[in-house]
């Protein structure tokens, strides 16, 4: 039962721009940073941003992320077919005591 | 470069024991700087960060609420890796499992499914 809300579906055409939400509360993301990670079928999870807007050595700079108050942001520009994935997003919860994930985002290219 | 090698059987009855195995390659286990996590996916409940052990001068674990009564995660020195024992599953546990280091979990296993069933 996750604890971040995203929307289930974002879908685009290739160079289009996707966006993302993440919707938490003042105990996870409204204290603490939001890490977005992307899930290719049959793949484990890959680290895409890391402390809301930073990304990994590799990662392209098409993905962007954002946070404010207690909802963060994924943005995919020029968009591409091989950034058709499950995305999610994560954060602690000061609350819980422990890490939270969003519900999950599949994108998908038309 | 950091990876992560899992292991354990991927059937399990209920009411028995889960256990599975991450072997580190690249870091050491007792690292100070470093951290170990175990993280399930399923259908019904996502993904889910099921706990940690780290070592800062002394051993340390936390656990999710969820699953606090029923789990432990152990360092393994000798071998430099980590382990998962679940205890008391039903078919609710039935998932991907993975391991993965410190948050922000950079690096993860190849996950196992586990099934619990009889």
């Known amino acids: 039962q996750s604890v971040l809300t995203q929307p289930p579906s974002a879908s685009g055409t290739p160079g289009q721009r996707v966006t993302i939400s993440c919707s938490g509360s003042?105990?996870?993301?409204?204290?603490?940073?939001v890490n977005w990670y992307q899930q290719l079928p049959g793949t484990a999870p890959k680290l895409l941003i890391y402390?809301?807007?930073q990304r990994p050595s590799g990662v392209p700079d098409r993905f962007s992320g954002s946070k404010s108050g207690t909802s963060a942001s994924l943005a995919i520009s020029g968009l591409q077919s091989e950034d058709e994935a499950d995305y999610y997003c994560?954060?602690?919860?000061?609350?819980?005591?422990?890490?939270?994930f969003g519900t999950g985002t599949k994108v998908t290219v038309l | 470069q950091v990876q992560l090698q899992q292991s354990g059987p991927g059937l399990v009855k209920p009411s028995q024991t889960l256990s599975l195995t991450c072997a580190i390659s690249?870091?050491?286990?007792?690292?100070?700087?470093?951290?170990w996590n175990w993280i399930r996916q399923s259908p019904s409940r996502g993904l889910e960060w099921l706990g940690r052990?780290?070592?800062?001068?002394?051993?340390?674990?936390d656990y999710a609420v969820s699953v606090k009564s029923r789990i432990s995660i152990n360092p393994d020195t000798s071998r430099n890796q980590f382990s998962l024992q679940l205890n008391s599953v039903t078919p609710d546990d039935t998932a991907v499992y993975y391991c993965?280091?410190?948050?922000?979990?950079?690096?993860w296993g190849q996950g196992t499914m586990v099934t619990v069933s009889s």
């Open positions: 402390t809301n807007n």
């Open positions: 052990t780290y070592y800062r001068s002394k051993w340390y674990s």
């Open positions: 003042s105990s996870n993301i409204g204290s603490n940073t």
């Open positions: 994560a954060a602690w919860d000061d609350s819980l005591n422990g890490y939270v």
């Open positions: 993965a280091n410190i948050y922000p979990f950079d690096i």
């Open positions: 690249g870091d050491s286990v007792s690292s100070n700087i470093a951290g």
